[in-house]
């Protein structure tokens, strides 16, 4: 049985320095004032090592500590490193703490989002759950980004009980940008309380394109970022880190290693593994691939397959599911896992585990053959099909990665779309790009005329939402070519009206609406009707025609509860508010706000809500009741610095500063035109105007 002697953690040796900077930072956040820590260095270097050092340090301090691994597996995923996370700490929560958190009034809209997102919620949080009613547990088919920040940042507090937080992210070159958002709103929402994030990231694996270089740049100019730059340990540092990982080695082989062979925390740990699997270290090994080559061939067959099934996997997997997947049988699993772990080749808490450094990994796939290689992905697209048949999108990338390399293209190009809509939905948009442009040539190669629609369709919405409406108008006429029913067409004439609007082109959107109001014609689909009825109001507002814009937001209205759409509905009455305060009838303008309003925190839609509370006091400022302006102003900025909307809190803030000034409080003026210039720091575009774009989109994937 393969179970060789343990060994301890590596010691710290070399970066004292970088430790009590990172220290000093702990400190920092305990007073409610660290900066984000981003932690750069070659592949190899040590900056995992030196990330658990300081994890393991902070949960010595009392700290709630989040150490996650981004891997290659998450590319396409939309929040993946977050949510599995979260899901592992949620179970060191009693389930008394769960139950009283997740019954709360206050919780009930994040269970509707959080049923989306988390693969057995109702596993995890049973007793909370008890007497739920289907509909509170079925979730709403519409949600923002922001009700996704605000579910995931609450489950987050749930879990960590109000001590100190730290947030580390290692291999960030793999993270995804809705994460990458998710951790900006994250840090927005508790700078106030002790909360510390570190990530860490390889610069040569991160592509000019990837969006952490757009994260670093942005928090560079907030002034939120400190950055950490790890360099190579000096040759003392190498040979104390060499003699304490391999303190039985005799001196001159260790010696004759250090003269010979090449140098690197990586490598050293590697032959350190190779030595407690055999005793030795075998021939003189230059290279991290041929170390790790030798030293799994040295394994019994049961221990290398599972440890082909992590390769393949990619991710932190359960026993279970590895030992199902390697065709071991479940008796022998736990044994070997624990000694795999012992050994450094595998890391986990003892529920879950993945391979301990990217180049084992990469090694153990590459050392498989072709076919081995292609029923490994076969069984791993089975099992994790299985295991998320409640929600198939959120492992959908994983999913389709699994089904190509197993050669069977037709349940790829499924999962592809699907991941590609998920990932849309989420606002990930230049993964939904790449995802949809993968789907496209697996459906130009199945001749799939249905699925090609779909994705020309998504690549055009994700291209408007982009702002590139040449490239969104090209994939929308490609897609309108080859839709197969009335409705499809109409809703893609929507999307294409959607980007005339957005160039300017109001005459030529309400033509494209009306040919998709005459192609919807007889179809008894009263949600679709609606959605081109919001958007007529929208362009006839744009275009002044006042009495056609409030007759077609009516409409839209009348659909939306027929169809009982919450979403739309709430729209139709902020397009109905906006339209009647243009007309100065103010009073029907604020009661439509307050019933666009009501509808949304029904449903946890805070983004909206804070597009609601700013025209309401916009409306009341109009109707010269200053108070109840301010207040429903200050409710708006402080929910859009939550949500990270930096131009609309902005304008909110400018509206507040004048409110103030008339009234003579100049103090509070002058801290809310300081609050606006900090936000112009940030990037915010004074030309924008303070209206809330339309939420209700023709596809929602």
Known sequence: ????????????????????????????????????????????????????????????????????????ADV????????????????SVSAA???????????????????????????????????????????????????????????????????????ILDDMQWIDSATLTLGQVLYRQVVPLPVLMVGSYCPDEAPPKHPLHDFRVRLLRMGLLARMRLRPLDAESMRRLARALLPDLPDPELENWQQEGEDSPALW?????????????GPLLNGLREINEWVVTRLEADARHLLEAAAILGIETDGETLSAIADVPAGRAPALLKGLMRAR?????????????????????????????????????????????ALPHVAAAMLARHYREARVPNLALHYLAMAADWARRCR?????????????????????????????????????????????????HAALASAASRVQQAMIRVYLARSLGASGEYDAARATLLSAQETLEGEPDARARGVIELHLAWVEGLLDNGQAALEYAQSALADAEQARDDLLQADAALQLALLYHRQQMLDQARQACLSSAQIRERFGDWEGCARVW?????????????????????RSADLYRQTGDSNAEAQARIHLAELYEAAGDLAKAVHEFRQVLTLLAEGYRADQALELPLWTHPFLG
């Open 614 to 634: 700013a025209r309401l006091g916009l409306i009341e400022c109009d109707r010269q009741r200053p108070q109840e302006a301010i207040a429903w102003l200050a």
């Open 269 to 281: 740990a590697a032959r350190a593994r190779a030595f407690l699997v055999s005793q030795r270290i």
């Open 345 to 389: 080749f595998l890391i986990g808490d003892g529920e879950l585990y993945a391979i301990a450094d990217t180049q084992l990994a990469r090694t153990l796939y590459e050392m498989l053959g072709s076919e081995q290689r292609r029923q490994l992905h076969l069984r791993a697209g089975q099992r994790l099909e299985s295991l998320h048949r």
């Open 97 to 167: 703490a769960l139950s009283a958190a997740l019954s709360s009034p206050q919780f009930g809209p994040h269970l509707k989002v959080l049923s989306h997102l988390i693969p057995g919620l109702t596993d995890i949080v049973a007793v909370s759950l008890r007497g739920a009613s289907s509909s509170d547990l079925a979730g709403s088919d519409h949600f923002s980004t922001a009700q996704v920040h605000a579910a995931l940042v609450d489950l987050l507090r749930i879990a960590v009980r109000g001590q100190p937080l730290v947030i």
């Open 76 to 91: 396409g995923l939309p929040y993946g490193v977050f949510i599995r996370t979260v899901r592992h700490l949620m179970r």
């Open 1 to 72: 049985m393969f179970d060789p002697p343990g060994w301890t953690e590596l010691p710290l040796i070399g970066w004292e320095r970088e430790m009590s900077q990172l220290r000093s930072w702990y400190g920092q956040a305990l007073r409610g004032s660290a900066p984000l820590v981003l932690l750069e260095g070659e592949a190899g270097i040590g900056k995992s090592h030196l990330l658990r050092a300081f994890a393991r340090w902070c949960g010595e301090q009392g700290a709630r500590v989040i150490l996650a691994t981004c891997r290659e």
């Open 428 to 476: 990930a948009l230049r993964e939904a790009e790449d995802l949809y442009w993968e789907a496209l040539g697996q459906a130009a190669a199945l001749d799939d005329a249905s699925a090609q629609t779909q994705i020309y369709a998504g690549l055009g919405d994700v291209y408007l939402q982009g702002g590139d409406q040449i490239a969104a108008r090209g994939n929308l």
